[in-house]
């Protein structure tokens, strides 16, 4: 009895899987043919787990349209058949029936757009004219500094004792033509300076290397010059006196010498003297210096008759051209 029942449930399903699905399949379309199609495929697994088949909502009137635009009905024999049949898989707990709702289907609501035109009234403000301040600018009295002038062009006393050549005022030769002077010392002419009231003028350069009977070193020579002062001061000025021994030579390299020991063995040497005002005096001097070496400044010193003790000094510079009259 148990088979039988079985193969009545097996023939039925076929019949209702196979016959009325295909006939559904080419006359329906839309949402209930695609029902019935998901209920053939899920066929295969009648042996394993139930199997969900969603419970049509049966309308009352259910158009189907054809491909040829024509309107026809879902033949109901076919539908209650299929009902029968899946009441006893239901039975069966071979099949599990889900309503399925369609779900409305929502129309929006369009927003009605406001028509109201909002209008703003703009009150006017009345116009503000702003009222700039004036500025008072009180005028001073500049007051004119004069500033105190210091005279550049004063020259310090340089001492006998003083090292440095001092750079006179007047525009020095330059090298090529000043190392000339360490052969040869120009003939014509003569180097002068005048301070003080006291003149004193300079020439007749002449290099020897033998002075009364003493030979120079070999990287020695002498070097001769006349030399000639004048005291041209007022008649009630002091009277000036020179010490030959207190002058100084200064040659380019910047060595300094005195004057020699026998420098009064000189057929007109000049010896110390006191000089009055508009008297002069003068004669011979000599030094030894480098053997390349050439006269650059001497440095006379002398003193007033009023002090004695007080030293003056004037610097006769040779890095000019001599003056030719």
Do not use: C
């Not at 002498?222 to 000036?240: L, M, Q």
């Amino acid at each position: 009895m148990a088979n039988r029942v079985i193969l009545f449930v097996v023939f039925a399903i076929m019949l209702t899987l196979f016959v009325p699905a295909t006939r559904v399949e080419e006359n329906m379309l839309g949402q209930f043919g695609a029902d019935f199609a998901k209920v053939r495929t899920q066929g295969l697994a009648l042996f394993g787990l139930p199997i969900k088949i969603p419970r049509r909502v049966r309308p009352t009137t259910t158009p189907v349209i054809n491909s040829n635009g024509a309107t026809a009905r879902i033949p109901q024999n076919d539908t209650q058949a299929a009902d029968v049949v899946l009441a006893l898989l239901e039975r069966a707990d071979l099949v599990q029936m889900v309503t399925m709702v369609p779900t409305p289907s929502i129309t929006p609501t369009p927003i009605p757009t406001s028509s109201a035109t909002a209008t703003i009234h703009i009150t006017p403000q009345p116009s503000m004219t702003p009222t700039m301040p004036v500025a008072t600018v009180e005028i001073h009295t500049t007051t004119t500094i004069t500033p105190t002038v210091v005279d550049a062009t004063a020259t310090p006393e340089i001492l006998a004792t003083a090292t440095p050549i001092v750079t006179p005022t007047v525009v020095l030769l330059p090298n090529s033509i000043t190392d000339g002077f360490r052969s040869k010392m120009p003939k014509k002419g003569y180097w002068w300076g005048s301070s003080d009231g006291l003149y004193i003028a300079i020439g007749n350069f002449s290099y020897i290397n033998s002075f009364y009977s003493n030979d120079a070193e070999s990287f020695q020579k002498y070097v001769t010059f006349s030399i000639t002062v004048r005291n041209n001061r007022d008649p009630d000025a002091p009277a000036i006196t020179i010490d030959p021994t207190k002058m100084t030579l200064i040659d380019l390299n910047r060595r300094q010498s005195t004057v020699y020991r026998d420098y009064i063995h000189l057929d007109q040497a000049f010896l110390k003297t006191t000089i009055t005002p508009g008297q002069s005096d003068g004669g011979q001097l000599i030094f030894v210096i480098e053997r390349f070496a050439a006269p650059a400044q001497l440095i006379v010193t002398y003193t007033n008759a009023d002090q004695p003790d007080v030293p003056h000094t004037q610097t006769i510079e040779f890095r000019v051209w001599p003056t030719i009259n």
